[in-house]
Nanobody
């Protein structure tokens, strides 16, 4: 039913830029929050960003570690979400995942909590070199 496919990962130098994409089917951004998560080797999965709703009802949440550097966005026409990664750091190296959660059961405090998301993409590897 709901399917997600993350893409755009690869090797990038610190201070460069990279844009990740997440193609979503079977879900609309009006009904589902779209989040980006990452998992570095030996570490637990953590939330990166989340967008809830569209238009004037939309809210965007970011992890403190990436604020001012990464930007989340959505394209409703393409039903695709993006994560623009500017000036990435080596510590940003991780497998990045996109996921959706039902807005009707989502709570603001849990927007970046992986356990509250229902559907996940495979993930795409981002490696930041120094």
């Amino acid at each position: 039913e709901v399917q997600l496919q993350a893409s755009g990962g690869g090797l990038v130098q610190a201070g460069g830029s990279l844009r990740l994409s997440c193609a979503v089917s079977g879900a609309t951004f009006d009904d589902y929050a779209i989040g980006w998560f990452r998992q570095a080797p030996g570490k637990e999965r953590e939330g990166v960003s989340c967008i809830t709703g569209t238009g004037s009802d939309s809210e965007t949440y970011y992890a403190h570690s990436i604020k001012g550097r990464f930007t989340a966005s959505i394209d409703n026409a393409k039903n695709t979400a993006y994560l623009q990664m500017n000036t990435p750091k080596p510590e940003d190296t991780a497998v990045y995942y996109c996921a959706v959660a039902d807005i009707h059961t989502m709570v603001e405090a849990y927007t970046l909590v992986p356990e509250f998301y229902h559907y996940w993409g495979r993930g795409t590897l981002v490696t930041v070199s120094s």
